[in-house]
């Protein structure tokens, strides 16, 4: 079945750019049936959708992280990857890769299990 | 401030049978369906419900999902100690065009 799996430091300085990488196995980012998402969750807060990538490489992203972040897909490595610039202590949160079904219905069916990012110098 | 509205805390004893509502607008709930993840201590989130109803191959028939109008709701029945988690409703929000979920329900079996 479908894995995700999460990637990257878990530990950056203020105002540097935070970068994660989510590994797709036992499926293909280039279905044309499903959105690949990121999603975080402060500690002991609720989840907060950041943004989604078609295979094609179109993007929508969260409208209050929209001039921070940029998502990209590789789809030879069936890779697809966050780049979240200017952080701050605010952006520490456990973050997620989700695999978000979209055909006639939307639901995020497939999660990783995330990785842990903290924010200080 | 989450888009859509949960309670932040439920509860109930083994056996009982709990709801968890979820409240929103004309933009996500009322023009889409709704889904519900589970998220137990220390662990991602996982699909509970999707479309409104629909249970993924696994998820027990102790737990079910309606919809009306602008709000939804969960139901555990049979609560087992194991159904101590973490529920968040989410729907497509079409103003946003992504998601939107709710702040979450802790729910507690005493």
């Known amino acids: 079945q479908v894995q995700l799996q999460e990637s990257g430091p878990g530990l950056v300085k203020p105002s540097e750019t935070l970068s994660l990488t989510c590994t797709v196995s036992?499926?293909?980012?280039?279905?044309?049936?499903?959105?690949w998402s990121w999603i975080r969750q402060p500690p002991g807060k609720g989840l907060e959708w950041i943004g989604y990538i078609y295979y094609s490489g179109s993007t929508n992203y969260n409208p209050s992280l929209k001039s921070r972040v940029s998502i990209s897909v590789d789809t030879s490595k069936n890779q697809f990857s966050l780049k979240l610039s200017s952080v701050t202590a605010a952006d520490t949160a456990v973050y997620y890769c989700?695999?978000?079904?979209?055909?006639?219905?939307?639901?995020?069916?497939?999660w990783g299990k995330g990785t842990t990012v903290t924010v200080s110098s | 401030q989450s888009v859509l509205t949960q309670p932040p805390s439920a509860s109930g004893t083994p056996g009982q049978r709990v709801t968890i509502s979820c409240s929103g607008s004309s933009s996500n709930i009322g023009s889409n369906t709704v889904n519900w993840y589970q998220q137990l201590p220390g662990t991602a989130p996982k699909l509970l419900i999707y479309v409104n109803n629909q249970r993924p191959s696994g998820v027990p028939d102790r737990f079910s999902g309606s919809k009306s109008g602008t709000s939804a709701s969960l139901a555990i029945s049979g609560l087992q100690s194991e159904d101590e988690a973490d529920y968040y409703c989410?729907?497509?929000?079409?103003?946003?065009?992504?998601?939107?979920f709710g702040g979450g329900t802790k729910l507690t079996v005493l």
């Open positions: 036992g499926g293909s980012v280039s279905s044309g049936s499903y959105y």
């Open positions: 989410a729907a497509w929000d079409d103003s946003l065009n992504g998601p939107v």
């Open positions: 989700a695999r978000l079904a979209a055909t006639r219905y939307y639901y995020m069916d497939v």
